[in-house]
């Protein structure tokens, strides 16, 4: 066998080989503000150990059940990545989670991070990172850890990939959906901010056949570029509706409308016995909805099924409590409008009447 103290030196170091230590070290310092303005009760340590605390005595639950939500971006990163703007992109990371974890009922307490690159750039992960603590601080909940990696030859030029984690609680009592879900109860949807988090493959072929420049005027929004507009970070949820089941407002079940849109994420929360009908003529589908169906030659269907036509989250409510939702949700800054009711299934769990403003 060798001896390692007589086999000749190359001076290599792990820098070389196109990992800078330092340089995760100066990002770590860098987000430590970001991360401090997130913290929340149950949540007071500083990121850099092994793992995070929480502490749910501390956030005043009695009686709770955990509930743990991961996800990603997708190819919207594509369009941070190609136009330099990296500051909203953390938003819809954790718009992603905390608007599942709420759909359960659950408040958001802790979420973390994990950004993987082929070359760190420190000011790029300030940002990113920036925009992960700004969605924390509209979830209420606390960036509490996360990782970095920097991975050469596993990830090409400005490439970077983003995954978020989160954890929230509920009472035992407080879970959705709830039991008594049933016939006659009201859907509200609450509006969209515009393509959120979903279907950027098709969005992204849909502007390569429109032959658009990212920084060309986007032709369905004054005052923005193309890559701003759909860059517009996916609308967070979680406190309006948090509000509103804390008021006592008889919300029955919650829909998070992204990937499947309408057709696939609604029955997920009702009982085989139920199906949503929805009026589409009461949906208000943002401008940039009619511009993706009309340059891409969409189908209605194909829309309802790829994206949320301007319906990011949509709430069964008991009947006489759907004045009080809207009002509620309204206070609190949100759109809000009845779009159907949940009828007796006798066919489909999704059916629809009238027709989407394309």
């Not at 800054?333 to 769990?349: D, F, K, M, N, Y």
Request: charged content about 20%.
């Amino acid at each position: 066998m060798s001896d390692p103290q007589n086999l000749p030196s190359n001076g290599l170091s792990y820098k070389q080989a196109g990992v800078d230590i330092d340089a995760g070290n100066a990002l770590v310092e860098a987000i430590k503000p970001a991360v401090r303005s997130t913290r929340r009760p149950g949540a007071d340590g500083e990121i850099g150990g092994f793992g995070g605390l929480f502490d749910l005595k501390a956030a005043g639950f009695v009686d709770p059940v955990l509930v743990a939500a991961n996800d990603g971006v997708g190819t919207k990163l594509k369009i941070a990545i190609d136009t330099g703007k990296h500051d909203t992109i953390g938003q819809d990371l954790v718009a992603m989670c905390v608007n599942d974890l709420v759909v359960q009922g659950a408040e958001p307490l802790f979420f973390l991070d994990y950004l993987a690159t082929g070359k760190l750039d420190v000011e790029q992960g300030k940002a990113i990172v920036e925009g992960i603590a700004h969605g924390c601080r509209l979830a209420g909940c606390a960036l509490i850890g996360g990782e970095t990696a920097e991975m050469p030859g596993m990830y090409h030029g400005n490439d970077y990939d983003l995954a978020g984690f989160a954890v929230g609680a509920a009472e035992r009592n407080g879970l959705l959906p709830r039991k008594d879900i049933a016939a006659g109860d009201v859907l509200v949807a609450m509006a969209s901010s515009g393509v959120h988090s979903n279907g950027y493959s098709l969005v992204r072929k849909i502007v390569e056949l429109s032959g658009l420049a990212w920084d060309a005027p986007a032709p369905f929004v004054t005052g923005k570029t193309l890559a701003e507009a759909l860059l517009e970070p996916t609308r967070i949820y979680v406190k309006p509706l948090l509000s509103a089941l804390r008021d006592g407002i008889g919300i029955k079940a919650l829909a998070h409308i992204t990937g499947g849109g309408f057709i696939d994420n609604i029955p997920r929360v009702l009982p085989d016995a139920l199906a949503a009908d929805i009026d589409l003529g009461a949906i208000t589908p943002p401008p940039v909805f009619r511009w993706l169906s009309q340059v891409g030659g969409m189908s209605e269907t194909e829309m309802l099924r790829t994206f949320n036509c301007g319906v990011g989250m949509l709430v069964a409510v008991a009947a006489e409590d759907a004045n009080r939702l809207i009002e509620s949700l309204s206070a609190s800054g949100e759109i809000a409008a009845v779009v159907g009711q949940l009828t007796a299934r006798s066919g489909e769990p999704v059916t629809f009447r009238g027709k989407l403003a394309l």
